[in-house]
């Protein structure tokens, strides 16, 4: 666990600093400077790249995981690995622009007065996805040298500066609109930048003058892997953005708006998360290879709780400070309220799945987490046909939180039958006590009359009840460790 903990703790600084960017940007600048159909527009065109750009990779980010182990040697340029990985990004690149000019026309036919933005700026899609597919490429190569930090660092802290620039430069009136969601669309893009220029500085990016040459039996295993894993991975940020697309669809930019200002507030659960599973998914990559059960059964204990306290943590103080949040945002966003706590649970299951998407996917039966995505989405696609005309919002908060808990439960379960891992026992419930009795204690602090002053008394008194329970009940060894060592405990 050492290297987790080491890039854990290194991701985590830079993901806390991007969410007090995401936090000013999303929560307090976007609701004061856009209108909800800007900010649903914004937002459409991430989640469409998104889902484009995965397609892209063409499942090619898990292979890289899963079998750089195999052509690791730094003499010989990795075998050129990372030849393979540009070309086959920029063959996925060719198919995705193909994809896009085929949909293109269902993706701006909403009829629409409600959407009429998305038609204007939908060529957006093209250099958005080029970038988005270049990046998690390379990311998937620098996570499988195990450096996870700089893609956090460009995704989560860099995209977040830039966008603050950005729309300070549209607040003051220095662009227009259309101006700023070019320099939007370039935010986004400039991680896929950053990366290639680290990779290269690392002393990584050796693409080499050599025939590759790959095993036929190695070939084949990773042609298999690719092809299994576009439909796991596509259909994975479909369900991260599914939401927003339906209720595009239905509802029209406005209500995407809305629901992207609560969807971040409830996505603070999970942030936690992303570092953790970023760098374990390298190596349990390598266990694998090594048939290290052992190991991968002490990851996937360790990340489970660690990473469910975290999130119980979190979603306890946003919802004991939900009367601040709605202080600051404007009336009308006041219908996403229980969207908040809805996704905060919803990525809560997240967590406390700890690390099973990746154990499932580096493993032999990696196609069967490919089957579990598929009905995955399946699940995803008709909660929300259900409840969003329904109930809006509120209803796709739903689908997602229905979706989650079907996924999670169903992985946990085939990992327990096929391997016997099962990383749950009393302390889970005894988390979920201790967060009872935390958010008990907030229902009864005042409520004060200074919004900022409320908002750090009451959370620094839910993180030192919360933390005390947990330290004195030794309920994680890792952060009593870390806990140790902050306060300088011997």
């Keep these: 666990?050492?290297?987790?903990?080491?890039?854990?703790?290194?991701?985590?600084?830079?993901?806390?600093?991007?969410?007090?960017?995401?936090?000013?940007?999303?929560?307090?600048?976007?609701?004061?400077?856009?209108?909800?159909?800007?900010?649903?527009?914004?937002?459409?065109?991430?989640?469409?790249?998104?889902?484009?750009?995965?397609?892209?990779?063409?499942?090619?980010?898990?292979?890289?995981?899963?079998?750089?182990?195999?052509?690791?040697?730094?003499?010989?340029y990795h075998n050129g690995f990372l030849k393979i990985i540009t070309l086959v990004s920029f063959v996925g690149f060719l198919?995705?622009?193909?994809?896009?000019?085929?949909?293109?026309?269902?993706?701006?036919?909403?009829?629409?007065?409600k959407s009429i933005l998305l038609f204007e700026y939908i060529y957006l899609l093209i250099p958005l996805t080029f970038f988005t597919i270049y990046f998690n490429a390379y990311d998937a190569y620098y996570r499988a040298l195990f450096n996870s930090v700089p893609g956090i660092f460009l995704r989560e802290f860099s995209t977040r500066l830039l966008?603050?620039?950005?729309?300070?430069?549209?607040?003051?009136?220095?662009?227009?609109?259309?101006?700023?969601?070019?320099?939007?669309?370039?935010a986004y893009s400039f991680p896929a930048i950053g990366i290639t220029i680290s990779i290269f500085r690392f002393g990584e990016f050796k693409i080499g003058r050599k025939k590759i040459v790959v095993k036929k039996d190695l070939k084949k295993s990773?042609?298999?892997?690719?092809?299994?894993?576009?439909?796991?991975?596509?259909?994975?940020?479909?369900?991260?953005?599914?939401?927003?697309?339906?209720?595009?669809?239905?509802?029209?930019?406005?209500?995407?708006?809305?629901?992207?200002?609560?969807?971040?507030?409830?996505?603070?659960?999970?942030?936690?998360?992303?570092?953790?599973?970023?760098?374990?998914?390298?190596?349990?990559?390598?266990?694998w290879k090594n048939k290290d059960l052992e190991s991968i059964s002490k990851i996937y204990k360790g990340t489970a709780i660690n990473q469910f306290i975290i999130g119980v943590l979190v979603i306890i103080g946003i919802w004991s400070n939900i009367h601040n949040v709605f202080k600051i945002l404007p009336i009308e966003y006041l219908a996403g309220k229980f969207v908040i706590l809805i996704i905060g649970f919803a990525f809560l299951t997240d967590m406390l799945a700890g690390s099973s998407v990746n154990i499932l996917a580096y493993s032999q039966y990696y196609r069967y987490h490919t089957y579990i995505m598929a009905i995955f989405i399946v699940v995803a696609v008709i909660t929300n046909m259900i409840l969003i005309?329904?109930?809006?919002?509120?209803?796709?908060?739903?689908?997602?939180?229905?979706s989650k808990i079907f996924y999670n439960t169903l992985r946990g379960i085939f990992?327990?039958?096929?391997?016997?891992?099962?990383?749950?026992?009393?302390?889970?419930?005894?988390?979920?006590?201790?967060?009872?009795?935390?958010?008990?204690?907030?229902?009864?602090?005042?409520?004060?009359?200074?919004?900022?002053?409320?908002?750090?008394?009451?959370?620094?008194?839910?993180?030192?009840?919360?933390?005390?329970?947990?330290?004195?009940?030794?309920?994680?060894?890792?952060?009593?460790?870390?806990?140790?060592?902050?306060?300088?405990?011997?």
């Design 389 to 402: 005309p329904r109930y809006g919002i509120t209803g796709a908060a739903l689908a997602t939180l229905i």
């Design 163 to 186: 966008v603050l620039v950005f729309i300070s430069l549209f607040y003051f009136n220095l662009i227009g609109f259309k101006q700023f969601v070019f320099f939007y669309i370039l």
């Design 415 to 490: 990992l327990f039958v096929k391997f016997k891992l099962y990383p749950y026992n009393y302390k889970f419930i005894v988390v979920g006590l201790i967060g009872a009795i935390t958010y008990f204690i907030s229902t009864l602090m005042p409520i004060m009359e200074n919004l900022y002053f409320d908002i750090i008394f009451r959370s620094l008194i839910i993180l030192i009840i919360f933390m005390s329970l947990i330290y004195f009940l030794s309920i994680s060894k890792e952060l009593n460790n870390k806990l140790n060592n902050i306060l300088s405990i011997k």
């Design 1 to 76: 666990m050492g290297v987790v903990e080491k890039q854990s703790i290194k991701g985590s600084v830079i993901i806390y600093a991007g969410i007090i960017l995401g936090f000013i940007n999303t929560g307090l600048v976007f609701p004061k400077i856009l209108s909800t159909e800007q900010i649903g527009l914004v937002n459409i065109l991430i989640s469409y790249s998104t889902i484009l750009g995965q397609f892209g990779n063409l499942g090619f980010t898990n292979t890289i995981i899963k079998f750089f182990p195999y052509f690791k040697n730094k003499d010989k």
């Design 222 to 287: 990773m042609i298999s892997v690719s092809l299994f894993s576009i439909i796991s991975g596509f259909s994975g940020v479909v369900l991260i953005n599914i939401d927003r697309i339906m209720l595009e669809r239905y509802n029209g930019l406005s209500d995407v708006g809305i629901y992207s200002i609560a969807f971040f507030f409830g996505t603070l659960v999970g942030i936690s998360a992303r570092p953790i599973s970023r760098i374990a998914g390298a190596l349990i990559a390598d266990f």
């Design 95 to 113: 198919i995705s622009l193909l994809l896009f000019f085929s949909i293109k026309s269902f993706l701006v036919k909403t009829g629409t007065e």
